[in-house]
């Protein structure tokens, strides 16, 4: 699965690791953060101009300080780490020091910087079109390189490094994948209905999915990152799709009902859980990918949707309007033990299980007209609010690590998909489409 | 066609008698068929009957008679519905009712009902809600003695507003049942 990836996307990025420092082993034994705590105490983060070695300083220093933007929206949206402005670093850039020996880490212990990340360019390359990029993160306070890696690379591959360099760092202090090279799969609207885009984390690299413009809802990415589930109406009928990403290709998925609506995977892709409707009422279903053998799993009068597995696969999380108005449950994933989650609000939907299985995030109707989004524990306590009057935030969905949520927000007017923190810190619009951008679904880990 | 006359002449007179002789009794009905009332948002119009029926009425009529231009009398008033809720409001009953009586004097026309919401609630909770006061309007039509075969229902939930402002003005006109001819 993973290789098919690569082939979709080309990435001829030659990683040489020329330097293996005690870095990778300390990560294991050591994790700095708990970045899962109430309160985190941000890592000071220097990020001066990289060094730019054998070549026209004006070309390169573009370069340069787009991969400084990268990285420094790449940390600062992790949660980790506070970016230091560069207004008050000490540090002569001329001397151009890069390798620990030509560090005054003092210029960087006195401003507050607790970390320092320097970047190289060397265009001296055998083709004409790469460059090497190395880039090493330095503790201060102990003078000493805590990950170094150099890149070649072509141009268009410059993001996917810096990314991947991210992703190192964070893997250093968390011990753990970071959600740099993932993907989120949204709808885009045009003049009569949605089609469905994929762009990676940060909102770049859009790519267009399907192309018939008909009204489409609820996007979800399969555990193995090859393949989307999505509703589209055809016929005066919601239709339930799983579309293979690779191959391009889509089926309709048929489990016997005349309407579908929010499909999702259970957590190891093996089966599809809808909501389904067979003569005007929904019910929560679970079936093979391909629709055969279908189960039913609530059987009541009221509209049940918006299933979601906890990531052990034990439980499921769902919509029902049983109680008068819609409200989250919890049933086990045969359908037994059906008990109501939230009691605050006239207006709870779109329940999703955080990767780590502690927390629930939902959205609340919460003065009449918007809705805010709030995490819960499974067993009803902690509920927690990430948005505040700001327009209506809708749709969220968890980074595969569990450390970010992406969600649309009506609050620039068209709604558009942002990020934030699980913690609802750092909240950062990603889309600017002109009719609106709405329903993300973040990829699994795509690439090791 | 006569019995059928009388039969709807008598459910009239009955719905009246309950509305006009026992209120009570109405606000238990009306729980049976609705869920617990949720307590209504603060914006919360409809109707003690008299402000927004002439609205209602006029509205609709504006739009048809643009949208079919001449030729066609047949007309079928879309109804209204309150926020979160899909059944038939009392205000809304003369005009089903004179949908029904129209489809009583075309036997040879089917309808498509679509079922609409505001863009408050979720896109795809309202996709079930839009079918759910498709399937309201439906049965209402059905009980008034009109073949089921006759209609068929469609949900565009939020998808299809016919007024995109984000107030109530615009809201109401959104949560519609709309009855369209689709075969004569």
Known sequence: MMKLWKNLIPFRITVILFIILTGAAAAIEKIYIDIYGPFIRKIALAVPKFKIVDGDQKDYETLASRIIGILSMDLEISGLFEILDPASFLEDPRRGAFYREEIDFRDWSVIGAECLLKGLIDIKSDSKKSVNIEMRLYDVGQAKMLIGRRYKVEEPEVRRVVHHFSNEILRYFTGEEGPFLTKIAFLLSGNRGKDIYIMDYDGFGIKQITTDGGIKLSVSWSPDGNKIAYISMKGGKTKLFVRHLLLNREWPISAGAENYLTPSWSPDGSRLIFSASRDGNYDIYISNPDGSNPLRLTDHWSIDLSPNFSPDGRYITFVSDRSGAPQIYIMNSDGSNVRRLTFQGNYNAQPSWSPRGDRIVFVSLSNGNNFDIFTINPDGTGIQRLTFLSGSNESPSWSPDGRLIAFSSTRGGIPQVYLMNANGANQKRLTEAKSGATNPSWSPHLIK | ?184
């Open chain 2, 1 to 184: 066609m006569k019995m059928q006359a009388y039969r709807i002449i008598g459910l009239f007179v009955l719905v009246l008698f309950i509305i006009a002789g026992c209120a009570r009794e109405q606000v238990v009905k009306k729980e049976e068929v609705t869920p617990p009332p949720a307590p209504k948002p603060e914006v919360a119009p409809p109707p003690p009957a008299e402000k927004p029926a002439p609205k209602i009425e006029a509205k609709p009529v504006e739009e048809k008679v643009a949208k079919v231009e001449e030729a066609k009398p047949i007309n079928l008033d879309p109804i209204y519905f309150d926020f979160d809720k899909y059944n038939i409001r009392d205000d809304m009953r003369k005009i089903i009712d004179a949908n029904a009586e129209t489809l009583k004097q075309n036997a040879n026309i089917k309808i498509r009902i679509e079922g609409n919401c505001d863009e408050r609630g979720t896109n795809e909770y309202n996709m079930a809600l839009g079918e759910r006061r498709a399937r309201s309007a439906k049965d209402y039509l059905v009980t008034m003695g009109i073949s089921a075969d006759r209609i068929e229902i469609i949900s565009y939930g939020e998808e299809r507003p016919v007024c995109k402002e984000h107030n109530e003005d615009c809201w109401w006109k959104n949560r519609r049942a709309d009855f369209i001819i689709i075969s004569k």
